[in-house]
């Protein structure tokens, strides 16, 4: 993605989720956040960076610890008209994904870009 | 200029408290304007009423009613993140048949919504997190 497009996508919010999905809440609450904002009329751009990536994977169900899992949260996104799902480039190389293989369609950003993607937002909140 | 706070890192575990409270002292006492702090995450956990460290240690959570009550600062605790880590005012306690409350006034239990609020007015919402 070229910088004229990254500041393109524009926003009231950027929620950058940088953790995978079980073994902390950190992904969960910011999902939480994501949804608050949008639920208030918040214009949303969620940003998968890092293992957050992993959180797009096909299937992330309750696990044997009776986390509640996210894949129903992402698949409701689109009801609360969060519709700009990006992913960071880089990350989906180094865990061996593409971004046909992820359950949500995404844009994929490299690292470069998102200096200019977060100072297209007014707020931003990393989880 | 206005600032706002998220912490997100529980008190004692890891320095992000101790951090978030140095940087609200610094604020205010530069003249800025300090719109409020929210309480995220395991950052909730510095609302607990009943914290009781050593003597010879900080006391967050008075440390935090302090500098609300002196500088009009709201406390606000994302209610959803307290409750199942068990920080309930005395309203909740009663709606939830708990004997007993862990987070009283200064700090109040509020939505995620005063986030962004929050975030959105401020000049700069700066995150203290582990």
């Given at each position: ?18 953790h ?26 969620l ?9 797009l ?33 880089e ?6 994904l ?30 | ?26 604020v205010v ?12 995450h ?32 709201p ?45 959105l ?10």
């Open positions: 993605m070229s910088n004229d497009s990254t500041q393109r996508l524009r926003g009231d919010l950027l929620v950058i989720l940088r995978a999905p079980h073994g902390t809440s950190w992904l969960r609450e910011g999902l939480d956040a994501a949804l608050v904002a949008a639920a208030f009329g918040r214009r949303v751009t940003l998968f960076m890092g293992e957050g990536v992993t959180a994977l096909p299937g992330q169900a309750a696990g044997p610890l009776g986390q509640k899992g996210t894949a129903p949260t992402l698949e409701m996104l689109e009801m609360y008209d969060i519709e700009t799902l990006l992913v960071e480039a990350a989906l190389g180094r865990f061996g593409d971004a046909d293989s992820l359950m949500l369609p995404t844009t994929a950003v490299s690292q470069g870009d998102i200096a200019a993607l977060a100072a297209s937002h007014p707020l931003v909140l990393t989880f | 200029m206005r600032y706002g706070i998220l912490l997100m890192g529980a008190p004692y575990s890891s320095q992000a408290s101790h951090s978030a409270l140095r940087f609200a002292e610094a006492a530069r003249g800025h304007r300090l719109e409020g702090i929210f309480f995220y395991d950052g909730v956990q510095n609302a607990a009423r009943l914290a009781a460290p050593p003597q010879d240690e900080p006391h967050l959570v008075d440390a935090w009613a302090e500098l609300a009550r002196e500088y009009d600062v406390l606000q605790v994302c209610i959803a993140a307290a409750l199942r880590r068990g920080l309930l005012d005395e309203r909740e306690a009663a709606r939830h048949g708990k004997q007993g409350h862990s987070v009283e006034a200064p700090f109040e239990l509020t939505g995620l919504g005063q986030l962004v609020d929050l975030g007015r401020c000049d700069r919402l700066i995150t203290f997190g582990p």
